[in-house]
């Protein structure tokens, strides 16, 4: 049975290992240069967070033109491997069996469905999520060794950061994979199957990144008028606005006609409507695991449910 | 014939009539926000500001907070959406026909070759115009009501201004066309699409700098235009006399780095001849020629990439 699963989809496995091949011999290539780049010329040693001082503006900023953007392209491709991945290896996994007839002979061999299911599809998966940890790793190597000069500086909330690291990639590729296979077994067409799929895989990175707010209570911070509460946004910032002396909240239409109000440089005019503080509820950024954990689980749960219902359709499939 | 397009393509027209609805619906709608917001904050007087000292932290960083994601998603989705064009509509339009057998219906009626996928591709490729302009159209106006502006060849401006996106489009929509009708598989062919797409669009990119005449701008030492000219990666130092310093010379300056303290540094570049600094560059003004050139490019790769097809389908029995 896995001889058959993996004649069934070796062009796509071979694709999977060339690529994998050719991205990570490049990231590697890339961290190794950037390296060189980072020992050789003079950003070392202009970490940002000890303050950029004048001799270090010129040579951090020539670094962040060569790197950075480079950098956020590693990062938006982990975030666009779930996607390759269902699209291209669960979609058509069921998908082009009962579109071209080849099911009829699977199901009529001594084989029982739920094994002829469960064999191709990790057949599939296997090397996928192999293929995204070897590659996710690479990238996360090459983020962490450019410090706080690559786009780690703003925090783990940052959302092509945060869907790109941790166990996210992992649970949320998948979920995708998982979502493909049922997709296409359930529409019969490979093309619908992928169509769909790159739908809710968008959707499903939008459903990922706003539903961060609901699972953890957040910490309040509070802070002086004329201070930024959060800093850089290092945390992930639930909700921010003004309180009086007493902690009482004042609302946002308050909070503009006081701001219209005072028109003076300062916050004198500020404190005298009333206002005291800033703040800001937050997640540290100390909790991104737990928040990754959570989200995580959400995307295994929604692919066992997923595997059950590919094995419902296949098994009313006559 | 048009009526048989429509009952062949319904779905995938169906999709981009929905993809243009919802656009039409989302954007406005964030573009009014984040206008609202913009005002609120009082946003245009940060303009040209430093964003990280001064009064305006803290209303930028509010502001950045709530719609970065979503103007980053707004560039990202346009960026995207002529590669999934090519990928989704173009690779299957021939590759699916010849792979279920149905060609050879098509290949038997009284109608040319060249007239069956002349046709096949206006009804796929017009709506396809159509929504990544309308498309273009929205998102520019919402990053615009954002203040965004980073330059005109910042590499997610350019790709998604001016002739760009539909230019794009019609070349990843030919190039999936001539993929499914060379390779005869319609998954093959969407994966050969997407990946030749991206590949065509990243060496353009990189051969930007070599399409247009460049010009030199001297600046002073050290210094650093930031006026959003596109970089060509040429630069150097100048003498007294305007002449380029020779590599030797360049090397040297190196010493004064390690030797002096950074105070008398330009006083040490001076003594050894380095009185300017250059850089070449495209200027921000011919931002819409090169998108000219470009476009051109892949308009003519489109050309080729039809004529193709056409020697394709009329070998194939």
């Known amino acids: 049975m896995i001889w058959v699963a993996w004649r069934q989809q070796r062009a796509q496995l071979i694709t999977l290992a060339v690529v994998s091949l050719v991205v990570g011999t490049a990231l590697a290539m890339l961290h190794w240069l950037m390296l060189d780049d980072l020992h050789s010329a003079e950003p070392a040693g202009c970490w940002i967070q000890q303050g950029i001082s004048a001799d270090c503006r010129k040579p951090v900023a020539e670094f962040q033109n060569r790197w950075f953007d480079l950098m956020k392209v590693g990062q938006v491709g982990i975030i666009a491997l779930p996607g ?13 069996d009962l579109e071209q007839g080849t099911h009829v002979l699977a199901f009529t061999q001594s084989v029982g469905r739920a094994r002829w299911m469960v064999t191709k599809l990790l057949v599939g998966l296997v090397p996928a999520l192999s293929m995204l940890l070897v590659l996710q790793w690479l990238v996360s190597r090459w983020l962490v060794s450019a410090r706080d000069l690559g786009p780690l500086i703003t925090g783990p909330y940052e959302p092509l950061t945060f869907v790109s690291a941790n166990v996210t990639p992992l649970a949320f590729t998948l979920f995708v994979f998982c979502l493909g296979a049922f997709l296409g077994a359930l529409t019969r067409r490979t093309l619908s199957g992928m169509t769909i799929t790159l739908g809710v895989f968008v959707a499903g990175w939008a459903a990922l990144l ?54 003076q440089p300062g916050y004198d005019c500020w404190r005298g409507h009333g206002l005291a503080h800033q703040f800001a509820d937050v997640l540290p950024a100390a909790d991104a695991w737990k928040l990754h954990l959570v989200e995580g689980s959400v995307c295994v749960a929604l692919a066992a449910a997923l595997v059950i219902g590919t094995f419902w359709v296949l098994r009313g499939r006559v | ?17 929905s993809l243009l609805v919802l656009g039409g619906l989302v954007l406005p709608l964030l573009t009014s926000l984040v206008a609202e917001d913009f005002r609120t904050l009082h946003l245009d007087q940060c303009a040209g500001q430093a964003q990280y000292i001064g009064p305006c932290v803290q209303r930028v960083q509010a502001f950045s907070a709530t719609w970065n994601f979503w103007l ?8 995207t959406l002529p590669v999934l064009l090519g990928m989704f509509l173009g690779a299957p339009l021939v590759a699916r026909e010849l792979e279920q057998g149905t060609h050879v219906l098509g290949f038997t009626q009284s109608i040319s070759r060249t007239r069956w996928l002349l046709t096949r591709l206006a009804v796929i490729l017009l709506p396809s115009l159509l929504l990544t302009v309308a498309a273009q159209w929205l998102v520019l106006r919402f990053l615009l009501a954002a203040g965004d502006d980073r330059g005109p060849y910042y590499w997610t401006r350019f790709g998604i201004s001016d002739l760009a996106p539909a230019s794009y489009t019609l070349f990843a929509i030919l190039l999936g066309t001539f993929a499914g009708a060379l ?4 998954l093959p062919a969407m994966v050969v699409s997407l990946t030749a797409t991206v590949a065509a669009r990243v060496t353009l990119d990189a051969l930007h700098p070599f399409l247009l005449p460049r010009r030199r701008l001297v ?23 305007g002449q380029v310093l020779p590599q030797e010379a360049v090397t040297a300056l190196h010493d004064c780095r390690q030797a002096a303290p950074s105070t008398d540094q330009w006083a040490c570049w001076h003594e050894h001849g380095a009185v300017h600094g250059f850089v070449d560059v495209i200027p921000v003004a011919e931002a819409g020629t090169l998108h000219l050139v470009e476009a051109s490019i892949f308009a003519g790769l489109a050309v080729l990439l039809f004529l193709g097809t056409i020697g394709l389908l009329r070998r194939k029995v």
Request: charged share 20%; glycine share 10%; net charge positive.
């Open chain 1, 84 to 96: 390759l991945i269902g699209l291209f290896l669960g979609a058509p996994m069921f998908a082009r």
């Open chain 1, 210 to 263: 706003s539903m961060r707010t609901v699972w953890f209570p957040p910490v309040r911070v509070l802070s002086d008028l004329d201070y930024s509460p959060s800093g850089p946004e290092v945390v992930l910032s639930y909700r921010t606005g003004y309180v009086g002396a007493q902690g009482q909240e004042f609302g946002r239409d308050q909070v503009n006609a006081i701001m219209r109000a005072c028109d």
């Open chain 2, 183 to 186: 390779l005869r598989r319609t």
């Open chain 2, 72 to 79: 980053e998603a707004a560039r990202i989705g346009l960026l």
């Open chain 2, 1 to 17: 014939m048009f009526w048989l397009m429509w009952r062949r393509y319904r779905p995938q027209l169906i999709v981009l009539a």
């Open chain 2, 219 to 241: 600046t002073e030492l050290g210094g650093w235009p930031a006026d959003g000219s596109l970089m060509t990666g040429v630069r150097g130092y100048l003498d007294a006399q």
